[in-house]
């Protein structure tokens, strides 16, 4: 059965203070597990809205941060990288990675 990727990818995360980045999880990402289940533990990040220093290590091409792939992240930093930008205030992430939401107050 071929799936179509459009219906896989998540919505593009964006955060209280701005910072927003793509997390996606399939059988046809950088993450482990490599299917379309979860939960996973390794997530793909991509096209950060600016240089982020705790995802550069995973960057497919560090010296273009933005416009790049970051394959296989821990799902940990992808939660650190939400609590450094204050939390999300809309997006989607994959199972398996904490949807650390933004206070509507501050």
């Known amino acids: 059965m071929e799936h179509d990727f459009q219906s896989r990818m998540n919505k593009r995360v964006e955060c209280k203070d701005g910072f927003s980045m ?3 999880a399939h059988d046809g990402a950088y993450c482990e597990p490599r ?6 533990h390794h ?4 096209f950060p809205s600016e240089y982020e220093e705790l995802l550069i290590a995973y960057a497919e091409d560090r010296s273009s941060a933005t416009k790049t792939v970051y394959g296989y992240v821990p799902v940990q930093v992808v ?3 939400l609590a450094k930008h204050g939390g999300m205030t809309d997006g989607q992430l994959p199972d398996g990675v904490a949807p650390l939401k933004g206070s509507e107050t501050d």
């Open 35 to 40: 299917n379309n289940e979860g939960p996973y």
């Open 22 to 24: 793509s997390v996606q």
């Open 43 to 46: 997530v793909e990040v991509g």
């Open 79 to 81: 939660v650190n990288v």
